[in-house]
């Protein structure tokens, strides 16, 4: 596949040569084939297309993905060349080699190329390297590229922000947020876009009863979304809509497992999304990175028992569902028509003439009101009045309803049945209900987690999936509204 992917490459067609160079890294990810990365270097000199170069830069860092020292050759070969494409393509090597190491020597060198290299494509990509190799510990990231992103050059703040998004992401980190709430005002466009991008990850699956700011963000989203300039901004905060809300928001974005172990796939569908800077099809990389999160337990058939559950020792508000995000549509405002003076003079008499009217009829009805006619009427205007007073006790009926569930004090934990939506950080308040059926087969209740049935005589009861529900155009109430009729133009 390497070679026919190679032939691709070297028939000189920019964007075929472009998707080829990273279909070629993604084929050979993690081999350190050095025949492949000699032969994808000494084209990348050899071709005039800027995008097949880039993407063989690409390729190079996948192919040496966590192999540490053994790619410091590579590195070297690439940081040292005068094409700062290949410059670039040496710090995605060290960000894809040295991934989740916290290795000093790899984040000095990161460091050093972010402030002293005379391109800005190399520097924002130094900047982001720093967040893959710190990803293992992220609590250090936002502390190191905060001078960094306080700097002059915005390609360097962008990279600020995208490595406090990629290694804090779904942590809620506060230290995290507090870096990136200014950089969501920066002057430049791009930059409120990597943040919009950036808040995104480090808030997700978070609720904003655990992160206040949680509806603040939402709150700038939606604002960026209705404004009518600041597309790069709006670019962003569309991304960071859809990465907030991955999944039906039973996903979160997890570079690492459980257990700290590196998943390669999540790792390099990170590091190809960050390419839609160039490419903007290379977004859809980014639901490589997405895990999903739940406790989903399991009998020997490989089928879901019903009677069997978990506990969460913490309040349900914590960890509920965040509110789902609300389109106001805008009321079509009426044009008035324009009305010639004759016009209005007809109209004026032809009023004058109906009220005159109505004063007669008025003044007939209050001389028959005078005997029976006139208290026959007024019971109704008791009764209609009698109706509002009840519309009004039902309301205060309801206030009270909900000030008393107000009043209610929280429950402390929460039951929840299999199987069930747990992010990651409510994963440490999870415990076993005692004296049931079924007990797992391990003690980290996460993601998949086999039962033992106790009582294998008696019949069982399954839990029984439903269909999903599928947009129908004109039928379903969720399905959004057509585009507006519009004109491509290039």
């Known amino acids: 596949i390497f070679e026919e992917l190679y032939e691709i490459i070297v028939s000189d067609n920019a964007v075929s040569g472009e998707a080829a160079s990273i279909a070629a890294g993604l084929v050979m990810l993690g081999t350190g084939d050095a025949e492949g990365i ?59 080699a040295y991934v989740g190491t916290g290795n000093n020597k790899a984040v000095r060198k990161l460091l050093h190329v972010a402030v002293s290299d005379v391109s800005d494509d190399v520097r924002r990509a130094a900047t982001t390297a720093l967040g893959f190799v710190l990803c293992n510990d992220p609590k250090k990231v936002p502390t190191i590229v905060s001078l960094l992103a306080e700097g002059f050059n915005p390609h360097v703040r962008y990279g600020a922000a995208l490595a406090v998004g990629i290694a804090c992401a779904g942590s809620g980190m506060k230290e995290a947020l507090d870096l990136l709430e200014s950089l969501l005002d920066d002057s430049e466009e791009f930059v409120r876009q990597a943040a919009f991008i950036a808040t995104a990850m480090v808030l997700i699956q978070h609720n904003k009863s655990k992160e206040p700011r949680v509806a603040t ?74 895990a999903p999160t739940a406790v989903i337990g399991l009998n020997k058939d490989l089928k879901m028992p019903q009677n069997w559950s978990v506990k969460s020792a913490a309040k349900p508000s914590m960890f509920a569902y965040p509110a789902p995000r609300v389109e106001k549509k805008e009321e079509k405002k009426e044009l008035k028509t324009a009305t010639l003076s004759v016009t209005k003079k007809q109209t004026s008499k032809s009023t004058s003439a109906s009220t005159d009217k109505k004063k007669e009829g008025d003044g007939m009805e209050v001389e028959g009101g005078e005997g029976g006619g006139g208290s026959a009427k007024q019971p109704a205007k008791d009764m209609e009045v009698e109706g509002e007073s009840k519309e009004e006790g039902k309301e205060g009926g309801n206030g009270k309803e909900e000030e008393k569930k107000k009043a209610e004090p929280e429950p402390e934990f929460e039951i929840l049945s299999n199987p069930s939506r747990v992010t990651w950080e409510q994963q440490q308040y999870i415990e076993t209900v005692p004296e049931q059926r079924y007990k797992a087969a391990k003690e980290m209740l996460a993601g998949i987690v086999m039962l033992i049935d106790s009582k294998p005589q008696e019949a069982e009861d399954f839990v029984v999936a439903k269909a999903p529900k599928i947009g129908v155009p004109g039928v379903s109430d969720d399905e959004p509204d057509p585009p507006e009729p519009f004109q491509f133009m290039r």
């Open 38 to 96: 000699e032969n994808l270097i000494g084209y990348a000199h050899d071709t005039k297309h800027e995008k097949i170069i880039r993407g063989i830069a690409m390729a190079v860092g996948l192919i040496e993905y966590g192999r540490e020292e053994a790619a410091d050759p590579t590195i070297e070969e690439l940081a040292s060349d005068k094409d700062a494409i290949l410059r670039f393509g040496a710090m995605n090597t060290i960000a894809l």
């Open 217 to 290: 963000f939402r709150k700038k989203i939606d604002e960026a979304l209705l404004s009518k300039g600041d597309t790069m901004a709006k670019f962003g905060a569309i991304i960071s809509a859809g990465i907030l809300d991955a999944g039906g928001r039973n996903m979160t974005i997890s570079l690492l497992s459980h257990h700290g172990h590196k998943k390669m796939t999540a790792i390099a569908g990170m590091a190809v999304f960050l390419q839609f800077w160039y490419w903007h099809p290379l977004i859809h990389f980014v639901c490589l990175s997405f």
